[in-house]
């Protein structure tokens, strides 16, 4: 896994993923509609905050670098983080990593 957190910020896809007890970005979960839809062939930048309710998230398929993350040390490799107001990074760059083109899961417990 190499260091994202120097990646020049206009390569970079950014999302805001807000977990709550039952809900990412405000929709339950349904398996017949997609949270969101990101960029592919990009590094993923996202800021993960819950509004005060610390949730632990989890993002299937992929590790990502936490930066900012309480708890966690920047620039480390994780899959479940349970912090309110940090940013995460991971590759969805062909060349640089194994990119899975289906869907996949992100969720809080």
Request: net charge negative.
């Amino acid at each position: 896994l190499q260091d994202l957190r120097d990646e020049p910020s206009d390569t970079l896809n950014r999302e805001l993923v807000t977990t709550r007890k039952t809900t990412v970005n405000r929709r339950a979960f349904s398996p017949d509609r997609p949270t969101m839809t990101v960029q592919a062939n990009a590094v993923q930048s996202w800021e993960i905050g819950s509004g005060g309710e610390v949730h632990p998230f989890h993002l299937h398929v992929y590790h990502f670098q936490t930066v900012g993350c309480s708890g966690y040390e920047d620039g480390e490799w994780y899959d479940v983080i349970d912090d309110d107001g940090c940013r995460v990074l991971f590759d969805l760059r062909s060349d640089y990593s194994s990119v899975f083109s289906g869907r996949t899961i992100m969720h809080c417990r």
